[in-house]
């Protein structure tokens, strides 16, 4: 046994079996997604940090983001369980989404993504600044563009490295207030075959 404290926690555990059991076929299938959704989520731990900062006491936003990715994102049983991209969660706070018009594929790499508000509220300011996330799943790599654009904006345009062209991406945003201290629930946008 081992005694240690962790952010004011004590707490005990038990030393690895020293004869190396590997656990039941759930164990092991247990520890398999939650190491491909640590992996995934790894990226964006910067974003994540925003986006859950105002999580439970005791716990990181990164446990967090990987407790709900674990709880709400993961689809399938045993061995064939895989991250559900569309349900992907990066924020949750009390700030409004916006109504997505559309994200569109231009040439060269370039989307462009529209939306549009409620009128404005302590809930939806138009200095609010937008976030976007992109994941290309076959080149297994996140792109993030942090406070790229106001509420206020109703449009953005960004550009994807050229390696993507061809490649279907998922898209994603969140806001952050303009003070930094509150966030929306990110949202998912869809998914776009780059140009």
Request: hydrophobic content about 45%.
């Amino acid at each position: 046994m081992v005694a240690s404290s962790w952010k004011g926690i004590d707490y005990v555990k038990g030393l690895s079996d020293p004869r190396g059991k590997q656990g039941t076929p759930g164990q092991v299938g247990a520890r398999q997604i939650f190491a491909t959704v640590s992996s995934w989520l790894r990226p964006l731990k910067l974003l994540i940090n925003i986006g859950f900062q105002n999580c439970a006491e005791g716990m990181t936003p990164m446990n967090v983001a990987i407790s709900l990715t674990l709880r709400e994102a993961v689809k399938g049983l045993g061995a064939d369980r895989e991250i559900d991209f569309s349900r992907a969660v990066f924020s949750r706070g009390d700030l409004l989404i916006s109504l997505i018009e559309g994200v569109t594929a231009l040439v060269a790499g370039v989307l462009q993504v529209m939306w549009r508000d409620a009128p404005a509220s302590a809930f939806c300011k138009d200095t609010d600044r937008a976030t976007f996330v992109f994941y290309n799943p076959a080149k297994e790599q996140f792109v993030a563009f942090e406070h790229v654009a106001l509420r206020a904006d109703g449009e953005v345009v960004v550009q994807l490295p050229a390696e993507f062209s061809g490649d279907l991406v998922h898209c994603y945003q969140f806001y952050v207030s303009e003070q930094g201290d509150a966030v929306s629930s990110s949202q998912y946008l869809g998914q776009v075959v780059v140009g």
